[in-house]
Every structure is written in structure tokens, then in C-alpha cells.
């Protein structure tokens, strides 16, 4: 699976959109991007994925560029209760016996 | 829908003892991994069961840790001997066969070895 790289952390205010990068430049074609989060003291909860088309749902947007290259989570008004680390991975598509590979993630506080 | 669930949520024990997590998967999800984070990184895969078989191991796996799933339900990871390097949460995942992959995690395990 391809590598990806997060900033360490970022902040946001609250009621704001938080937009959390994520660059994957030697994505395959038949690779997903995936993103997850971990709260404090919790199990990571699968946020969002797509191929190549941007997504939205009741969680979060994911805008992925062209050429597959980078994408962003985008959060749209954020609360105090988004403040997590934030992974995103890339995998094999559907079907892969494969198991997610978490990087290090980007912490993103939510500042009231 | 209640989850997954993991027992204990905290367990302290000492260098050489014996140690059994159970992982209670979300009733359909054919599928049960498990995770080991240590403090400030993401999860590590370690093992992967599909039903009661398990079909995939981490070099991280190593010969003191064993994991079964026995009757493809709840899932426990025993780790024999511990070692001051052994503490670290330990989280278990479940999903269903395809098309969805999404994985659904438990609150996990935290282990301290003192």
C-alpha cells in the first residue's frame, strides 16, 4: 500500500470548516483513500473514503485532486468533540484481505 | 448493533505473567483483526481472522502471543511471558466480507507490564 503524509498537528476554531491535508504520491490506480479518526481514549471510526471522485456524507467531505496525488478531509463547521488524531491511508481497493496501515496522523484540536 | 466489544479495559500485571484479552465483534462481521498502538503512534496490525481461521500474521506476532477465534465468534489474544515492551493498547476491529471494508473498532485493551 502506498505511504502517506499527514502535518502532525493542526488547530481550529470552533464552528469553522477544518480542512486536514494528506498528500499519497505514489497512489496506485486501484488504491483507495481512506481516513479514519481517534478520539481520546477510543478505537479509531472510519470517517470517509473514495477513489477519485469527492465524497460527502453526514460526517465529512473528501476532496481528492486529479491526479490522485493528495486529497483533503474537509470537516465543515467543527465542534470541540472533532478534536482527534486524524489518519489517512491508502489501500487496495474492495475485496483485499489487506489490513489498514495507520501512519503517525495529525492532531487536530478544536479551540473553542 | 452494540459494537465491539473488549475485555478488560485496563489490565496492569508483572513482567512474566500471563495476560488474555477477549474481543466480542459486532454480531454478523465475519471478519476480527487485531491492533497493538503504543502512546503517540498509530495502530500496528497484528493477526486477522476470517470465520475461525486465521489468515494473517504480523512479524510483530511473535512466538509468545497467540490469538484464536474459536467457532468464528469471540476472539481472545493471550501474550505469555510479558515484557516491559508488551505495554501498549491493544484493539480489536471487525468487519463483514465485501463490498463493505470499513472496520469497526473496539475501545481496546491498555496493557501495562510493570
Known amino acids: 500500500d502506498a505511504k502517506t503524509t499527514q502535518p502532525p498537528s493542526m488547530d481550529c476554531a470552533e464552528g469553522r470548516a477544518a480542512n486536514l491535508p494528506c498528500n499519497h504520491s505514489?497512489?496506485?490506480?486501484?488504491?483507495?483513500v481512506y481516513w479514519y479518526r481517534q478520539i481520546h481514549s477510543q478505537g479509531p471510526q472510519y470517517i470517509i473514503h473514495?477513489?477519485?471522485n469527492n465524497e460527502t456524507n453526514e460526517m465529512a467531505s473528501l476532496i481528492i485532486t486529479e491526479d490522485r496525488k493528495s486529497s483533503t478531509l474537509i470537516l465543515p463547521h467543527a465542534t470541540l468533540r472533532d478534536t482527534a488524531v486524524y489518519y489517512c491511508?491508502?489501500?487496495?481497493?474492495?475485496?483485499?484481505?489487506?489490513?489498514?496501515?495507520f501512519g503517525s496522523g495529525t492532531q487536530l484540536t478544536v479551540l473553542p | 448493533d452494540t459494537g465491539v466489544s473488549q475485555d478488560p479495559r485496563h489490565k496492569i500485571t508483572k513482567r512474566g505473567q500471563n495476560v488474555t484479552f477477549r474481543c466480542d465483534p459486532i454480531?454478523?462481521?465475519?471478519?476480527l483483526y487485531w491492533y497493538r498502538q503504543t502512546l503517540g503512534q498509530g495502530p500496528e496490525f497484528l493477526t486477522y481472522f476470517q470465520n475461525e481461521a486465521q489468515l494473517e500474521k504480523s512479524r510483530l506476532l511473535s512466538d509468545r502471543f497467540s490469538a484464536e477465534r474459536p467457532k468464528g465468534s469471540f476472539s481472545t489474544l493471550e501474550i505469555q511471558r510479558t515484557e516491559q515492551g508488551d505495554s501498549a493498547m491493544y484493539l480489536c476491529?471487525?468487519?463483514?466480507?465485501?463490498?463493505?471494508?470499513?472496520?469497526?473498532f473496539g475501545s481496546g485493551t491498555q496493557l501495562s507490564v510493570l
Open positions: 491511508i491508502v489501500r487496495v481497493a474492495y475485496g483485499s484481505a489487506r489490513q489498514l496501515t
Open positions: 454480531s454478523e462481521h465475519n471478519r
Open positions: 476491529a471487525s468487519t463483514i466480507d465485501p463490498p463493505d471494508e470499513k472496520l469497526f
Open positions: 473514495g477513489l477519485k
Open positions: 505514489t497512489i496506485s490506480g486501484n488504491e483507495y
